[in-house]
Structures are given as structure tokens and as C-alpha cells.
């Protein structure tokens, strides 16, 4: 293995958190941008074949060792099962949020019909939703987004690596300007941290 | 016909419509609004009498169902003056169902993710010992007045009590506490609610503070923010210089 090959693995593991290429840069400040990617794939490649119970994994915009997922059930048994999942709700409202951030409350409980005060705060308790900001109307009402956190729990590189949403088809007798608000072809917003 | 579910299972009235949809084999583009406001209205029914708490989200649906159903009896008026002729009257509802439904399909797919903790597990530390250690991610958020009332009740009440007793020699008026206030700010830029107290906390200078900054608020020559809820209240002047 390369000597600097070596110094990137040695920094993601010791790394609490998902490692950026900012950071990586910063700390490799001889390296060019461009080496650093290709150690990146070198590595990120050399754990693949290796087929060993570590994965070098691109998630919330850094690198991290993260356990293979099919070894979860013996993870599992070591940390004795404390895997708390989010109820439907939450799942539901998370959805929302994620893909239509920033948004409002009130387009939360539009959208999925109930009020979503309950599931938003468990969400904001849990740090997968954080506050952004107040929007400028009447009331000043708070504005959501997801958190890197967020991205970090479920795995994601950045927003937009989640699928688009199923798409609308078009309504007979509907002029479509309903729907260009909506989320046709549309691909989740940039993370905005 | 049974009703052998658990109802519970709904997360609200779109996705119970959802499921008499799916249920009955309907095309959503073209739902039988009589037969399914029908069941719905049964289901409300079965809700009621099991003493669910029958939230009014799902009696708003039901009167939508109704509202539609009427209006699909009716001839369509000719000239309609809110243009809505030759819509369905269908197609609103069926709007809000697809989406909802494409939200319930994202939010499966969410959960099924490698989730982290439960199928993807990181060296050692805990998610949660992370979280910690992060930096938070928090912004200002502007404040209004009702969180300023509130900051003003806790530094009111941590007030010690046996000054009211004191007697007051220092004569305070509002456009003076208004000019220090101003002089301050553009000395120091930023200052939280308390650093403006100071050290002599007695009421009168408490309130003079908060009347004072109140005043300037509404005449727009400062802003207060502070960081996420609950957090500690700055304030700025409004324009620089």
C-alpha cells in the first residue's frame, strides 16, 4: 500500500465522524485534490475485494468505516439489540421534510393529511430534523430541514442520492399548473449546510 | 364484509382512503366516490364505537367525500364563474391522494436503507455520543416578542426579592436606557439581553431594559436573535454603522 493510501485509512478510522475531502485536503495539504479522490477509489476499492467485514462507505458528504450489512445480527447481539426505529409517523414526516425542504409545518400536515406536531418533534429530539430558519409571513412560521445526521443514519452521500419520488400522472381536465408545484421529475433539493 | 384490522394501522385519513382503494381494486384516477364514501363513513363508524380518538382530520375528509359526491349529482353549471368547469370534481382529492401516496412509498424506502444501528454499525462510538460531540448545527433565528416576554419573566424571576425594599436613588428614564442601550451596541455589536442588565439586576432597571428594548425593536433600529429555541437572546443593531 502507498504511504498516503496508508495516511487516509489511518485518518478515517481514527476519525469520529464520516471524514470529508475538505478535511482530507486540509490535513494532506501536499496532496492535490485530484490524488486524494483517486486514493479515495483505490481504498474504497481495495475493501470491496478484500470482501472483509468493514466497508469503506461515502456518506453526509464524508468517508466512514461502517460494518458490512449483512454481519448486522451478530452487531446486534454485541450491542444488545438497542435499535430503536421510527414509527410510520415519523417515517412518513421525515419523507416530507427530505424531499420538500425547506418547508413548513403546514405543508407537512398538508400533505399527509393529520398534524404532524407529534412526529416532528421526535424527529427534532432525535436530531434528524433541525430548524432553518422562520419564514417571513404572518405568524413567522418555523422552517425544517433534515440535519447531516440524517444523512449519516440513513446512509446517504448527500439529498441527493435519495430516488426521486414516483411521478404524477397527468390528471385529465387539469390545466397542470397545480402540478408543476408538485414534485414532477423533481429531484431533491441540495443539502443546504 | 369484516372488518378484522386493526385500525390503529392508519396513519391518518388519506392513508385509510388509500386503503379502501387498494382494498376495493379501484383506479385511483377513477374512484367511485359514492361506494367509497360509503365505507369510509363505516369505518369512521367502527372508530367511533371502539372509543378511538377520532381525530377532526378525518371528519374534514369525510366531508370532502360528501361535498364531492354532491357535486359529481349535480349538472355542471354552465359559466361557472370559478372556472371550474369540466374539471372532476374528483381531481383535487385524487392529487392530494397521489402525492401522499408517493411520500408513504419514499418514507418505505427510507426504512429500507442500510440504516445506521440497526443493518450499518461504526467503530466503536455510539451515534449518539456523536451527535454530542458535533458541533450543533443551529442558525439565528429572529425573535419576536413573545420570546423576549419570555426571557424577561426568567430574569424577573431570579430577581432577589429583598431589593424591593432598597431605596431607589438613581433616577432612570426610558430615552436614557434607549441611548446607552444604542451607545453600547454600536461599541460592542452583539450583546445577550443579560450583558445589558449588567450587574445591578433590580427590577426597575430590569423593566426600563426590556421597555427599552422593546421600543427599539418596533422602531426597527435593532434586531434580536437567538440560537434555536430556548436559546440565549442576542441582539443587534438593525443597520451597521
Given at each position: 500500500m502507498k504511504e498516503k493510501a496508508a495516511i487516509l485509512e489511518a485518518l478515517i478510522f481514527a476519525?469520529?465522524?464520516?471524514?470529508?475531502r475538505d478535511r482530507i485536503a486540509e490535513i494532506l495539504s501536499d496532496t492535490e485534490k485530484k490524488e486524494i479522490e483517486t486514493l479515495l477509489e483505490e481504498l474504497t476499492h481495495q475493501y470491496e475485494i478484500r470482501g472483509g467485514g468493514i466497508c469503506l462507505t461515502e456518506v453526509a458528504g464524508g468517508y466512514q468505516f461502517r460494518t458490512r450489512q449483512d454481519l448486522a445480527p451478530w452487531i446486534r447481539k454485541l450491542k444488545a439489540a438497542r435499535s430503536a426505529m421510527l414509527s410510520p409517523a415519523a417515517l412518513e414526516t421525515l419523507a416530507v421534510v427530505a424531499y420538500r425542504?425547506?418547508?413548513?409545518k403546514a405543508e407537512i400536515d398538508r400533505i399527509r393529511g393529520v398534524d404532524a406536531s407529534g412526529a416532528l418533534k421526535g424527529l427534532l429530539d432525535k436530531k434528524l430534523v433541525r430548524i432553518v430558519g422562520r419564514k417571513d409571513?404572518?405568524?413567522k412560521p418555523i422552517i425544517y430541514g433534515t440535519t447531516k445526521k440524517f444523512l449519516e443514519v440513513f446512509n446517504?452521500?448527500?439529498?441527493?442520492e435519495l430516488p426521486t419520488l414516483r411521478e404524477l400522472k397527468d390528471l385529465q381536465g387539469n390545466d397542470g399548473e397545480q402540478q408543476d408545484q408538485g414534485y414532477e421529475g423533481r429531484t431533491p433539493a441540495e443539502d443546504p449546510l | 364484509m369484516s372488518y378484522e384490522i386493526k385500525l390503529d394501522i392508519f396513519e391518518g385519513p388519506l392513508d385509510l382512503l388509500l386503503y379502501l382503494i387498494r382494498k376495493n381494486e379501484i383506479d385511483i384516477y377513477n374512484i367511485p366516490i359514492a361506494l367509497i364514501t360509503e365505507q369510509y363513513l363505516e369505518y369512521l363508524d367502527i372508530m367511533r364505537s371502539l372509543n378511538?380518538?377520532?381525530?377532526g382530520e378525518y371528519l374534514v375528509l369525510a366531508a370532502t367525500l360528501i361535498h364531492i359526491k354532491s357535486r359529481l349529482l349535480l349538472p355542471p353549471v354552465e359559466g361557472d364563474e370559478e372556472g371550474e368547469?369540466?374539471?372532476?370534481?374528483r381531481n383535487e382529492l385524487v392529487r392530494q391522494l397521489l402525492e401522499y401516496q408517493a411520500f408513504k412509498e419514499a418514507a418505505l424506502n427510507l426504512e429500507g436503507?442500510?440504516?445506521?444501528?440497526?443493518d450499518v454499525f461504526t467503530r466503536g462510538a455510539r451515534a449518539e455520543e456523536l451527535a454530542a460531540q458535533e458541533p450543533e448545527e443551529e442558525v439565528m433565528i429572529e425573535v419576536g416578542v413573545f420570546e423576549l416576554v419570555q426571557a424577561f419573566r426568567v430574569i424577573v424571576s431570579n430577581?432577589?426579592?429583598?431589593?424591593?425594599?432598597a431605596i431607589d436613588t438613581e433616577k432612570m428614564s426610558l430615552t436614557d436606557r434607549i441611548n446607552e442601550i444604542m451607545e453600547r451596541l454600536s461599541e460592542k455589536k452583539e450583546l445577550t439581553f443579560t450583558e445589558l442588565l449588567g450587574?445591578?439586576?433590580?427590577r426597575k432597571r430590569v423593566v426600563y431594559t426590556f421597555l427599552a428594548i422593546l421600543e427599539l425593536m418596533k422602531l426597527r433600529m435593532i434586531r434580536a436573535y437567538q440560537?434555536?429555541?430556548?436559546g440565549v437572546i442576542r441582539l443587534f443593531l438593525a443597520v451597521e454603522g
Open positions: 476519525s469520529e465522524v464520516p471524514l470529508t425542504q425547506p418547508l413548513v409571513v404572518p405568524g446517504l452521500k448527500d439529498l441527493s | 378511538l380518538d377520532l381525530a368547469e369540466g374539471e372532476d370534481p436503507r442500510p440504516l445506521l444501528d440497526r430577581l432577589d426579592h429583598s431589593e424591593d425594599m450587574e445591578r439586576n433590580d440560537l434555536g429555541p430556548f
